[in-house]
């Protein structure tokens, strides 16, 4: 009888430790961003047991969404590193095409004439680029990161 009652004790324990740890913080997400697009939802701090690392990425693609058409060409910085731009801007910004600083045909895609399509590029604020051809200015909402059209 005694051993049963820990092990039942035990039981309910770690139900108790799961939802507190697990459930408890997502349902609360839910809760709090039920009313939200999935779009606005991407762009949140997520829950708080599983952050959401590409907040920021998302918010810059929201930006360029909606200030660039669907033929525009967008160059990116290198987007190699843990947590980078690259896979939420493909994700979002599809079908624009999209160029980073470490894509091997960069330089030649920077330097062509795009013709009527628009060309921006996208740089965070502390580097400095010498290939832009309009005013810098910085991406609304997103003042890490600036644009300029070529």
Known sequence: MRIRFIVH???????LTLMAVFAW????FL???????PE??????????????YSLSYQVA???EKLTSDD???FFPPGDK?????????????PRRLVFA?????????SADWGERQSILVFQGSELEQNCRGRKTPLQGVPEFWVCKL
Request: glycine fraction near 4%.
């Open 25 to 28: 913080p997502r349902w609360s």
């Open 82 to 94: 843990a947590g980078s731009l690259r896979g939420p801007l493909i994700q979002r910004l599809y």
């Open 102 to 110: 470490d894509d091997a045909d960069r330089d030649a895609l920077l």
């Open 62 to 64: 929201s930006r360029l």
């Open 9 to 15: 004790a035990l039981i309910a324990l770690n139900l």
């Open 72 to 74: 525009a060409v967008l």
């Open 31 to 37: 809760q709090e961003t039920e009313l939200m697009t």
């Open 40 to 53: 606005a939802r991407m762009e949140t701090s997520g829950s708080a047991d599983m952050p959401n690392q």
